[in-house]
């Protein structure tokens, strides 16, 4: 039997307090999230059950319990507060799915500082212009990553701490760096966890935009309430399940449900840092006994790329029930995953923004494949009129989708960035940035983006960013990045670029530009085509028409061009 | 000794490798089960290879196994007609 019953009668009598009450928690009283997916499932008696079971590409494999995590994230935050660093202060977590990333975050937590991941792929400038923003006062990372962190740390003066987790003395540490060792320190039995409250801020995860620098999506320690419930409901997470979340913790799926969400639960995570490969998730899978899998359909979909031969080769019988998110789930990697698995993966719509899970398919609700699903209990969502912002009532028409706040897990500002935070709300809904239409039974079904933001195997990529890089590269007189439709990535950076005088077009150019935005920025910013063009097309006023050039990319129709310059 | 996998070994350090990381990478090192080499960088040593040796390496060829080492990628460059 699943948590959520049957959807239609838990979504009618669902309320945010019934989830309260159900973890625990009153209006008022102190809630962090570091403690209450450590220590409280402590207290409840399952310390000695297993939280993490780790496995690197190599084969290494690291066990921990539920008491190891809690012993874990108390030493973690024992040694930032021994280090001077207060409630409020960010926290940036740099490093690849190893444990101390994993339990780093609960730790920083526990502190009452703000913990910020970012991903660990990133390039100096995309960590230079995050730590930046958020004034970030010390970061986790490992020695692989260090020389990116140095590149830029004169260029970062409230960056007081650089803490390295595998240092191991063969190279001098420089100032401001030192090394923590999490599983080898003396393990710190008693932490005060700092009383925060509901609206104590949590998380800082970045997110791209159209325009602009990155935004820094601000949560609260109350989302918890929202992460805790959906993991319930969507994710189906039972008692005796063993979980893995493909996610990285540098993007929210990898926090709200690669950390927060099952261990809010109880549950037991598995994770490896191998990269894909259809043998190394099968084998994964097989070796862990798997029963809960949450993924991406860029995963499943490279998945279905390598063939059914393959899924044969495994025993992966352990597998009840699948999920996805990041960007629209096709209906033929539904079916797929029924062929392949015996089970269909069930989509998931949500973002950065709103911290939890917000539409969705549900165990033992009809699946319509390639449909988003219905609403989760306790969240109101709608297409609206892109004019009036009001909730469209013919069905099978497109509009915005918007969520009514408020809901536990929203995010609460852009940090420092209050303005752009309020233009995401009119008429008293949140506008997701997504178009949808809703059918005769009310399922979702979605549409694309509605702006110029690039969703690249789910992650979002900013197109000024990459023009922003692109131009300090000497060759590049203007350019322009779009998305382009990509068979398993859904999208992918395509740049279109006019050279300064002096430079032809050339393969070897190409490929130079390509790693260039590759290192400066990260692999998935990295334009995965380039074309060399006389001139980019520009309205009157100047603005280059990116709706222009992606819609070639696309096959649409281009639209009104009624203010291109020379049309 | 071989000068077409030492030129590929060479390019996914200069690469792929950040500076300060200073993990030996051998002809049969995984480069995309150990993250060396990511989906999305695949792309990117895809290229160079084309471009190196005036080939065009189709996407259903281009997968994570045919690129998870050199041994394997020139392996891959065989079937395009490029050997030592």
Sequence with gaps: MSHIGNYEETYAKFTWRDAEREIGYEPGDPINIGAWCTDRICAQGKGRKTALVWEGHDGTRKQYTFDDMRLRTNTIAAFLRSHGIEPGERVCLFMDKIPELYFGFLGVLKTGAIVQPLFSAFGSESLLTRLADAGTSAIFTQKKHLAKVRAIVDQLPSLRLIIVVDDDGSKPLRERETAFDMDGSPQVEHFDVHPTTAESPSVLHYTSGTTGKPKGAQHVHYSLISQYITAKYVLDLHEDDIYWCTADPGWVTGTSYGIIGPWANGVTQCVTDAGFKADNWYGFIERMRVTVWYSAPTAIRGLMKEGLDVVRKYDLSSLRHLCSVGEPLNAEAVLWSKEAFGKMFHDTFWQTETGCIVISNYPGMPIKPGSMGKPFPGITAAVLDPSTYEPIAVKGEVGLIAIRPPWPSMFRTYWKNEETYKAKFRNGWYICGDRASIDEDGYFWFIGRDDDVINTAGHLVGPFEIESALLEHPAVAESAAVGKPDPVNMEVVKAFIALKPGYTPSKTLELEIMNFIRKKLSPLAMPQEVEFVPSLPRTRSGKIMRRLLRAREWGEEIGDTSTLEND | ?84
Aim: cysteine-free.
């Design chain 2, 1 to 84: 000794m071989s000068q077409l996998k030492d030129l590929i070994l060479n390019y996914v350090k200069n690469e792929y490798l950040e500076a300060d990381d200073d993990r030996e990478i051998a002809y049969d090192t995984p480069l995309i089960s150990s993250g060396i080499v990511d989906s999305f960088s695949m792309v990117s040593l895809k290229v160079f290879l084309e471009n190196t040796y005036n080939i065009s390496i189709p996407d259903a060829k281009a997968t994570p196994e045919a690129f998870d080492s050199v041994n394997n990628i020139v392996e891959l460059l065989k079937e395009f007609g490029v050997h030592e």
